[in-house]
């Protein structure tokens, strides 16, 4: 059975540091693309940052651009967020999104981890 588990994840404050892990199993890792969204109270989900099956390209929201850095370790079949300077507006549901690299219609959410960004 596929299975995605977010880790990671707790209250921090303004300036802090977190990092996310989203541990995979039940399909093959090193096909699929990942990335990691985001979902604050009141607010649709946003993309936050993705990268491709082997690691070699990343993409990143403008708001998090420079802060952020996701990364993956195919052997352990784990994807990371590094979430440096955080600020209040990343409070917010942390998901991670498997996709697969040429059948992009296979797609696996995890259940998210909180991230509260407060004094």
């Known amino acids: 059975q596929v299975q995605l588990v977010e880790s990671g994840g707790g209250l921090v404050q303004p300036g802090g540091s977190l990092r996310l892990s989203c541990a995979a199993s039940g399909f093959t890792f090193s096909n699929f693309a990942m990335s990691w969204y985001r979902q604050a109270p009141g607010k649709e989900r946003e993309l936050v940052a993705a990268?491709?099956?082997?690691?070699?390209?990343?993409n990143y929201a403008d708001s998090v651009k420079g802060r952020f850095t996701i990364s993956r370790d195919n052997a352990k079949n784990t994807v990371f967020l590094q979430m440096n300077s955080l600020e209040p507006q990343d409070t917010a549901v942390y998901f991670c999104k498997a996709r697969h690299m040429w059948a992009a219609t296979i797609y696996y959410w995890g259940q998210g981890t909180q991230v509260t960004v407060s004094s």
């Open positions: 990268i491709t099956s082997a690691g070699g390209s990343a």
